[in-house]
């Protein structure tokens, strides 16, 4: 299926690893220009070069801390005037910590605003004079399986992005009449370097993975670039028409029924 991705102009955030580089990489191999950021700029020109080695097509790094109001702005403009607009935006970010409820301080909570919701707000409402000037758009949120059911010790990640969740159902609302679509996606567990910081050290790694899959339906753990089809699906034509949900990438994990 050709997803009329050609020439379209995709910012994606946090991107010189994980689940922002294969969310980078679908769409440039469909044919989108891309810019991608993240905060160690060495790693992400190099992500830049290898995404460009690998489908033909243009992409910038910018780097940039997604947190911070004037180095995202920066981001969004050298974006458009480089590329000539904003067409897909890609929201994504480093996840919070983990641990109990009681153990986070003012200063955690904030920073996990900051990082997890704020961020996401600020980048949406920057980008949308680009999509309106362009006569639509595509937002799509990475957030997390925490918003479908209890993930332990992921207070900071369920408050935060239920607010992402909330947020994208009332930009939908707003923007569907410019043909802008807003939509999230609830990773389970795919295997990227925050997924290996997180699982046990007590035990060797692929035995850590193999007892990890055990808990799967689908008996293993995810690969990035199964994230990233969804993106390209997402941010595609044939797409137009699906706004304000959330879609969950997770092997069948979730033990929500809604
Ligand atoms: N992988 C999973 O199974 C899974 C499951 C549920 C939710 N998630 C969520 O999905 C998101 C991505 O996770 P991942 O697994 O892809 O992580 P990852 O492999 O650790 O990659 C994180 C990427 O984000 C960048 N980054 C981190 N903080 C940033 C910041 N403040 N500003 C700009 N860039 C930043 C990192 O580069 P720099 O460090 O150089 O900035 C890196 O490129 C996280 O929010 C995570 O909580 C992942």
């Known amino acids: 299926m050709d997803l009329k991705l050609k020439n379209k102009v995709a910012l994606v955030l946090a ?5 922002g580089r294969a969310s980078a990489l679908a769409l440039s191999a469909e044919g989108a220009k891309v810019a991608i950021c993240s905060r160690n700029a060495d790693e992400l020109k190099q992500t830049a070069a290898e995404i460009h080695k690998e ?13 911070d109001a004037a180095q995202v702005l920066d981001l969004i403009h050298k974006t458009a005037a480089t590329f000539g607009g904003i ?16 153990t986070f ?24 004079p680009y999509m309106k000037k362009a006569g639509g758009g595509r937002i799509i949120n990475i ?14 990640s ?31 567990l795919i295997l990227t370097d925050r997924v290996k910081e997180v699982l046990p050290k007590d035990i060797d790694h692929d035995q850590a993975i193999k007892e990890r899959s055990k ?14 089809a969804l993106v390209a699906f997402l941010a595609s034509e044939q797409a137009a028409y699906i706004s304000g949900t959330t879609i969950q990438v997770d092997g069948g994990a979730s033990r929500g029924i809604f």
């Open 15 to 19: 991107a010189s690893k994980g689940l």
């Open 55 to 67: 489908t033909g097509n243009p992409v910038i790094a910018i780097a940039a801390d997604v947190s």
């Open 87 to 102: 067409d897909i935006l890609v929201n994504n970010g480093g996840g919070p910590p983990f641990a109990q409820f009681e």
């Open 105 to 128: 301080d003012d200063e955690a909570w904030q920073k996990a605003f900051e990082l997890t919701l704020f961020a996401f707000a600020r980048t949406g409402r920057e980008v949308l």
């Open 143 to 156: 957030i997390s399986g925490s918003v479908k059911a209890v993930l332990n010790n992921a207070v900071l």
């Open 158 to 188: 369920t408050a935060m992005r239920m607010g992402v969740v909330g947020m994208a159902k009332l930009m939908a609302d707003e923007l569907g009449p410019y043909q802008i679509t807003v939509n999230n996606i609830a990773p389970g």
């Open 215 to 228: 808990t799967i339906p689908a008996r293993r753990i995810g690969k990035p670039e199964e994230l990233g």
